[in-house]
């Protein structure tokens, strides 16, 4: 077992990987709701919480109001909860920001975990009352987690910085290309300057006209600079240079825009990308804590 997963007593996973890895497994309960807690782990935090919104319930059944159902789907990408009849996403949370899951040993209905939410980074514990699968629920939770931190550094968790260095490269490249074209700019804007000089310093009768030579067609050949110079000046100035096609996309002699190995170029990794990798690193080795503890402490608290 990894070090980022750790559990008070070994048992036997409950799915194949296959069924966790490209799919997932769903679970019917009823949502407690949500509140924030003061740390990612703990038996005491998740206590509290589950007391809180247990009072919070039983205040809303006394007005009449019912528990909502929500559908789980637990996989290596996360634990989706969702309308069941509509199947509308209302929570997503990622498995590497889950730090503590647990269920009731007294009361099998009841389970929790504590995820750090992605917008206000703030710990969440949600809580959920199952028909007597609390148990099995936290260990699909558990067993997604160690499935998804394995295929972490078997696909990405080791490219982390073979990423990084791919993103500064591209970024080098971008940057060098810009570079190398603004000083081809600057090369033609000091050679056209050039030619205006040497126009207006020669004296007015030795300036010779001399014609284009031509090919066997009787064409003049293609020429950048000759081109401009045929071009008539206006009170001895030289008309500006044509612009550069820089923004036009870069093709190869086919036609055909290179080819990327990557996919994508260095405008294409979201500006956070290194934030966002150290985030998934750094919640991967925090690992998932799942245990059994007792919820329930007084009578009011035995039923939902």
Known sequence: MNRAF????DKTWMHTPEALSKHYIPYNAKFLGSTEVEQPKGTEVV???????????????????????VELQISIYGVKILEPKTKEVQHNCQLHR???????????????FI????????????????????????LTIGQAFDLAYRKFLESGGKDVETRKQIAVLQKRIQDLETENMELKN??????????VTQVSTSPAGNVTPK?????????????????????????GTQPPPVPSRSTEIKRDLFGAEPFDPFNCGAGDFPPDIQSKLDEMQEGFKMGLTLEGTVFCLDPLDSRC
């Open 6 to 9: 750790s559990r008070k007593k």
């Open 47 to 69: 206590r509290d919480a589950v007391r809180k919104l247990k009072f919070a319930r039983h205040i809303k059944k006394s007005e009449g109001q019912k528990i909502p159902k």
């Open 98 to 112: 889950i730090s503590f899951c647990a269920d009731d040993k007294t009361d099998k209905r009841i389970f929790t």
């Open 115 to 138: 995820c750090k939410d992605s917008e206000s980074n703030k710990h969440l514990c949600y809580v959920f009352d199952s028909e007597k699968c609390a148990e099995e629920i936290t």
């Open 186 to 195: 600057k090369v033609q804007d000091l050679e056209n300057q050039l030619r």
């Open 211 to 235: 014609s284009p030579s031509t090919d066997i067609f009787d064409m003049i050949p293609f020429s950048p600079i000759s081109h401009q110079s045929s071009i008539p000046t206006h009170n």
